[in-house]
């Protein structure tokens, strides 16, 4: 089926079509997910919280780019509006802790999440360089995530992220450069 019956169909509301683009999507927007949440269960919910939004959304797609470029920058928002909010929820309870005795598990970190498509023998490097991308601000993890975990390229992220194609180049030249800086203790340490 070409993109421009899909959406027509979509845009019908067809529960077969929408079967389809959950098929055809489904493993991306949970890998994207995935490598932003950092969380098997928050990649879980927040994937289909996307799928949700896909068809309740539909209608008003403009198709002033391809469907797949309007489902992860749907996907992108997500995540970060996420991001966002678990952190207000953190920052609130770290407040809150302050004054009970149980502060230090308000700085609960999730060191121990392992993104499934790492193979077993890289586990211990992919929590470390997750943890890494976690600490990138938000553009630059965006844009990481979406080029290197999920291949995306440079122009489709700049469609994405709604940012030039200059932008993003100068983002994932950022993100490295981060990247570097935040591993370099971690190789010194422990790849002697």
Same mark, same amino acid.
């Given at each position: ?57 539909? /209608?008003?797609? @403009?198709?002033? &780019?391809?469907?797949?470029?309007? =489902? ?5 928002? *997500?995540? +970060? %509006?996420?991001?966002?909010? /678990?952190?207000? @929820?953190?920052? &609130?309870?770290?407040?809150?802790? =302050? ?5 230090? *598990?308000? +700085? %609960? ?84």
């Amino acid at each position: 089926m070409e993109e421009k019956e899909l959406i027509s169909r979509l845009k019908k509301n067809d529960e077969i079509a929408f079967g389809l683009v959950v098929d055809l999507f489904s493993k991306k927007v949970y890998n994207t997910c995935i490598g932003m949440l950092q969380n098997l269960e928050d990649a879980q919910d927040v994937t289909q919280e996307i799928f949700i939004t896909i068809h309740l959304n539909i /209608k008003d797609f @403009k198709e002033e &780019s391809s469907l797949s470029t309007w =489902i992860y920058r749907i996907s992108v928002n *997500k995540c +970060l %509006e996420f991001i966002r909010k /678990k952190n207000r @929820k953190k920052r &609130s309870g770290i407040f809150r802790s =302050i004054f009970s005795s149980e502060s230090e *598990k308000a +700085l %609960e970190n999730h060191s121990d999440f392992s993104h499934p498509g790492i193979q077993l023998e890289n586990k211990e490097r992919s929590i470390i360089l997750f943890k890494a991308i976690g600490l990138l601000p938000e553009q630059q993890q965006t844009a990481y995530v979406l080029h290197k975990v999920e291949q995306v390229s440079y122009n489709e992220i700049a469609v994405i992220m709604e940012v030039s194609l200059s932008a993003v180049e100068s983002l994932l030249y950022r993100a490295k450069h981060n990247l570097k800086k935040h591993l370099a203790t971690y190789y010194e340490e422990n790849e002697k």
